[in-house]
């Protein structure tokens, strides 16, 4: 059987991939943040997953106005790299697990979570930039990615509660797959950011430490949050942390197991807008 | 019964919901065209034709050739697809956000440097710092 042993929470910001696709990594300005992902880049080396499914959203490349999905799984065998206005990002194409893909959407769907099946999406830098802070620059990809778009960009995005159950749902999804898969999931996006009005530029670091603590300690208590608390305490793009709770929801812990092992925390202010959080977390 | 909207007294934010995407779908579809190189160089060449292509508001056409990013964020324009405009004009994110704030680029790069806008004073409408 799959099992999930892992998981991975990161912002997925997109002057980091930018600052890594020109060579900046090394700049005083951008060196503290590529530090906090050296250990990452060497433990998933040492963990070699089989798949990740990496839940991300779409900033207005794959999805317009036209169609805008809560839950959107992506089923296709590969996946290009969307050009978001300044030409693709110069990093592999991102191969798909299908038949994964499809038993997860099967399985979530029959317990009440109503997916968008997608067949065809290009993955934006909220998908990539993750890829690279724990891979580098690969020519590519260290195995097959299933791309979970989640909204955040039209308001109300899901609740925390809502995501939190969903990933439960994906574990257990995972859980009842054939095949011995090592299958990490990554939970992307935040931490406190706004890019929008005379406010833009908001930080709040204490409020993300307590988010850091809590989504370690007490996962299941900060998925009932109330949106306006990320709107009002962590800007108004700060509400893409709720993406982080599908990653928490799915491991051991709160589904009748152990507690995690954190393996690796980091927090960093500023790249560019936002502030830079990452964790890792193991199931034992 | 009207929606609860508990965000509408964050100071200097514009929550992008149902009401603001009805308003601004025609702009925000506008700037997602401008992901498509030939789109781009036809407005580059004639701002003011390509924008007559589109069903928007005259005030919606006259914030985007001002580049008024809170006036469009006002017409219902969203970040993520007002950014496509910046892309076009070859700025980064930060710039535009910059932009928003009544900040030199340089005030708001410091500014984040230095870690941020506090929320302290920038939680409600017409709190005392």
């Not at chain 2, 601004?24 to 390509?50: P, T, V």
Request: charged share 20%; glycine share 8%.
């Amino acid at each position: 059987m799959a099992r999930i042993s892992a998981s991975v929470y990161t912002s997925h910001i997109p002057a980091v991939g930018a600052a890594l696709d020109l060579g900046k990594t090394a700049e005083p300005y951008w060196q503290p943040v590529f530090q906090g992902y050296e250990f990452s880049k060497q433990w998933l080396k040492e963990q070699k997953p089989d798949v990740i499914f990496l839940v991300y959203n779409d900033h207005a490349n794959a999805f317009s106005l036209d169609i805008i999905p809560t839950f959107a799984i992506g089923t296709a065998p590969e996946f290009a790299v969307a050009d978001e206005g300044w030409g693709p990002r110069p990093v592999p194409k991102v191969i798909g697990h299908p038949k994964l893909a499809g038993h997860i959407a099967q399985s979530v769907i029959q317990d009440d979570f109503d997916l968008t099946i997608v067949n065809k999406m290009d993955v934006d830098h909220g998908l990539t930039v993750p890829m690279s802070l724990m891979c580098g620059q690969p020519q590519a990809w260290p195995c097959p990615v299933i791309p979970f778009a989640v909204n955040v960009v039209q308001y109300p995005a899901p609740s925390g509660r809502r995501c939190f159950m969903l990933g439960k749902a994906i574990r257990k999804a995972i859980e009842t797959y054939d095949e011995p898969l090592n299958v990490e999931i990554w939970g992307t996006g935040g931490m406190s950011h706004q890019l929008q009005g005379p406010r833009a530029g908001l930080i709040n670091k204490e409020w993300d430490t307590a988010f850091l603590d809590r989504l370690i300690a007490d996962p299941e208590g900060l998925s009932t949050m109330p949106h306006i608390d990320y709107v009002r305490e962590a800007g108004s793009e700060g509400i893409e942390l709720v993406m982080w709770l599908i990653a928490r929801g799915a491991m051991s812990d709160v589904n009748g197991g152990k507690p995690p092992t954190v393996r690796h925390r980091f927090y960093h202010v500023p790249a560019s807008n936002t502030a830079v959080g990452h964790l890792i977390l193991e199931n034992n | 019964m009207s929606l609860e909207k508990p965000y509408k007294d964050i100071p200097g934010t514009t929550i992008f919901d149902a009401d603001m995407s009805r308003q601004g779908y025609h702009l925000n579809q506008f700037c997602m065209s401008l992901m498509k190189a030939d789109n781009r160089a036809r407005f580059k060449a004639d701002e003011r034709a390509y924008l007559d292509e589109w069903p928007m508001t005259e005030d919606q056409k006259l914030a985007v050739m001002a580049r008024d990013l809170n006036r469009c964020i006002a017409l219902g324009g969203n970040i993520y697809f007002l950014a496509k405009i910046g892309a076009t004009d070859g700025k980064s994110f930060q710039q535009m956000a910059g932009s928003m704030t009544g900040m030199s680029e340089e005030e708001y790069r410091n500014m984040m440097v230095k870690g941020g806008r506090s929320v302290e004073g920038n939680r409600y409408t017409g709190e005392k710092k």
